[in-house]
């Protein structure tokens, strides 16, 4: 045996085992090798080794060409991008609207809901947050210009506390 392999071989060992154990598993080890140095494994015949190297060669030979064949795909789809990016920018590709002429994107809203200059007449509640938004607007007018409606600062953060408290009931619906 080999003196360094056997150190570390007979290290290893007593971490797991007793003494014993150890010179046990130390003799199996010299049995298998002298074992292995009587009994050689026989040699590969020359048509065994070739049929190897055939199929490695047949192996290499698909590999090879089905790595040409995506890379001529890459390319193509590459050239078909840069040739469509040209074709958009140029012009050439002109696309018809989608909508006919004289139709509104907001088709779901009729038309008469839009119709008046004063959209809260329609709907009640949206009158109702109107009515109160313009009245807090008005009082917020009236503090900043210095009228005598409310008292001081605390007045105008009130009315914008109320403000904002309008504004998500409304959007709450």
């Known amino acids: 045996m080999n003196a360094p392999n056997d150190n570390e071989l007979r290290s290893l060992l007593e971490g797991f085992y007793n003494s014993e154990q150890v010179e046990a598993g130390l003799d199996d080890f010299e049995n298998g090798r002298k074992l292995f140095v009587q009994n050689p494994a026989p040699a590969p015949s020359r048509e065994a080794l070739a049929g190897v190297k055939a199929d490695v060669r047949r ?4 590999r090879h060409h089905s790595q040409t064949v995506r890379r001529i795909a890459f390319g193509a789809s590459i050239a078909a991008a840069a040739v469509l990016a040209v ?3 140029v012009g050439l ?6 909508m006919p002429p004289g139709t509104m ?3 779901m809203i009729p038309a008469s809901f839009w119709e008046g200059h004063d959209v809260t007449v329609s709907d009640p509640s949206l009158a109702y947050f109107a009515a109160e938004i313009e009245q807090i607007e008005n009082e917020l007018a009236s ?6 409606h409310r008292s001081g600062e605390a007045a105008v953060t009130e009315l914008e506390v109320e403000f904002i408290d309008i504004q998500g009931d409304f959007w709450k619906g």
């Open 87 to 89: 074709a958009v920018r």
């Open 143 to 148: 503090l900043h210009s210095g009228g005598k």
């Open 105 to 107: 994107a907001a088709a």
């Open 93 to 98: 590709l002109e696309t018809a609207p989608l």
């Open 59 to 62: 192996a290499l030979a698909r």
